[in-house]
């Protein structure tokens, strides 16, 4: 879950403080995952973006690594439960202005909110594992190694 909605869970605890039933704790927790879970996969969608720029900030005393389209979209590259996604600092990294990716996120711009549509697989990193590998068997190839 992302961590807007777990500082969501914890401000309606603090409100409600000690008048919260373990049943009712239980209930409120199970509708926000419930509601998270249907949110992540019920709007993915898959999409070319060409790469302006990227940067990051801070928030809520962690880290967020934005990504800016051509077309001023703004995307937070997270890892992600519901799509077992773990890796994600090592694809913002990776990533380069002026380049072209195919991307599948989830999510909607929320302004008020503070909630970006996110990443959670592209293809830059692969491609570019691929050309490595791509190269090296054709050396491999060139020099008669499988003939």
């Given amino acids: 879950m992302s961590r807007t909605f777990l500082h969501l869970f914890k401000d309606i605890f603090k409100t409600m403080g000690n008048e919260l039933s373990p049943k009712a704790a239980g209930l409120i927790l199970c ?48 890892n992600s439960f519901w799509y077992w996604k773990w890796d994600s600092i090592e694809d913002w990294s990776s990533i380069e202005a002026n380049k072209k990716i195919n991307t599948k996120y989830y999510g909607f711009r929320v302004p008020i909110l503070g909630i970006f549509p996110n990443i959670v697989s592209s293809n830059y990193t692969k491609n570019e594992k691929n050309i490595i590998i791509d190269n090296s068997l054709q050396q491999d190839l060139s020099d008669g190694k499988f003939s």
């Fill in 31 to 78: 509708s926000i995952t419930t509601g998270h879970c249907a949110y992540a996969l019920g709007t993915k969608r898959e999409k070319e973006i060409n790469i302006v720029s990227k940067y990051k900030f801070t928030r809520n005393g962690f880290t967020e690594f934005m990504i800016i389209d051509s077309e001023g979209n703004h995307y937070n590259i997270n």
